[in-house]
């Protein structure tokens, strides 16, 4: 089994649609979460932290984690094209250790 | 958030040359710096962990004497993909990790296109 699980995706979502991008992993030990988005071509661009269940806002973003279902999920409101690209979620329970999902591609059509 | 650079962001060579990447954290000191390659449309694959002053760590199924990684300093890290070949060629990106507390963020380079010819 896998340590993190990420749909691949292509998502394809109007603009102004509420995206819902998910992972599951599977090391309870994890304690860290991140959500990275990734443009053609780019480095990876840190989107959201967070170590704890519940929900976390910044702006359009709001990322929520269920420690007890093992669940991580990033939402976007009121997607625009500008969000277009690829979001990656990220794990660590070792501070030096990284697991990665396989990145979800969305496209967000004017 | 913290700034990571790369030096070249886009190289082309010879099959059979050697070509040096250079990751730097900017406004940071980096205990561990991590290398990644990408194909297109493919996900991050780790290649290697590199701690500062101790030999990286690479993963299974890559070659550290082709990958030849130097971390000399807790700002600095490169990669050196020895005798390339065409199938060398690749997204190569690198991060480093800051550490604060309990918090421990990962943060990339913006990435370094490899032609090989």
């Known amino acids: 089994q896998k340590e993190v699980e990420q749909d691949p995706g292509p998502l394809s979502v109007p603009e102004g649609a509420i995206v819902s991008l998910n992972c599951t992993y599977s090391?309870?030990?994890?304690?860290?979460f991140m959500w990275y988005r990734q443009y053609s071509r780019k480095g990876p661009e840190l989107l959201m932290y967070?170590?704890?269940?519940g929900n976390k806002e910044d702006g359009r973003f709001t990322a929520q984690v269920d420690k007890s279902s093992k669940y991580i999920s990033l939402f976007i409101r009121d997607s625009q094209p500008s969000d277009s690209a690829t979001y990656l979620c990220?794990?660590?329970?070792?501070?030096?250790?990284?697991?990665f999902g396989t990145g979800t591609s969305l496209t967000v059509i004017p | 958030g913290a700034v990571v650079s790369q030096h070249p962001s886009w190289v082309i060579c010879k099959s059979g040359t050697s070509v040096k990447i250079e990751c730097r954290s900017l406004?940071?000191?980096?205990?561990?710096m991590f290398w990644y390659r990408q194909f297109p449309k493919q996900s991050l694959m780790l290649m290697a962990t590199?701690?500062?002053?101790?030999?990286?760590?690479?993963e299974q199924g890559v070659e550290k004497d082709k990958f030849l990684i130097n971390h000399a300093s807790l700002t600095l890290s490169t990669l050196t993909v020895t005798s390339a070949h065409p199938e060398d060629s690749s997204f190569y990106i690198c991060?480093?990790?800051?550490?604060?507390?309990?918090?421990?963020?990962?943060?990339f380079g913006p990435g370094t296109r490899l032609t090989v010819l």
């Open positions: 990220v794990y660590s329970y070792t501070g030096n250790q990284f697991y």
């Open positions: 967070t170590y704890s269940s």
């Open positions: 090391n309870s030990a994890f304690q860290y």
């Open positions: 991060s480093a990790s800051r550490r604060e507390g309990l918090k421990n963020e990962q943060f």
């Open positions: 590199s701690n500062e002053g101790s030999k990286a760590t690479y």
């Open positions: 406004d940071f000191q980096a205990t561990t």
